[in-house]
């Protein structure tokens, strides 16, 4: 809010902006979040770059695969941490956690 002040009366000017949408939004991710950390299966998302990227290692993969979050957040798929080389997709990735899992 502005007043603005001149010889005259004063003038005030008020911007209102909706922000359902984002609140709504936000509300969603905080449940996708939640979700995220709840589930006992593992939950891997990573961006949609060369080496996909992880963004997100939940508790579930923390215990099937026994690697941290820290360890693994930003490494590329089937980077040395996992020990086989990256395919060319999103399957060949996951396939290459898998040897992970058996050790």
Known sequence: MRIDREDKDPVIRVAISDISRQVLAE????????????????????????????????????????WKREEVLGRKQGSSKTGTPAGSGRTSCVQSLKPACLR
């Open 27 to 66: 509300e969603q991710l905080r449940y996708d979040a939640l979700i995220l950390n709840e589930v006992q299966d593992a939950i891997i998302t990573t961006k949609n770059d060369e080496g996909f990227t992880i963004t997100n290692w939940n508790p579930g993969a923390e215990k099937i695969y026994g």
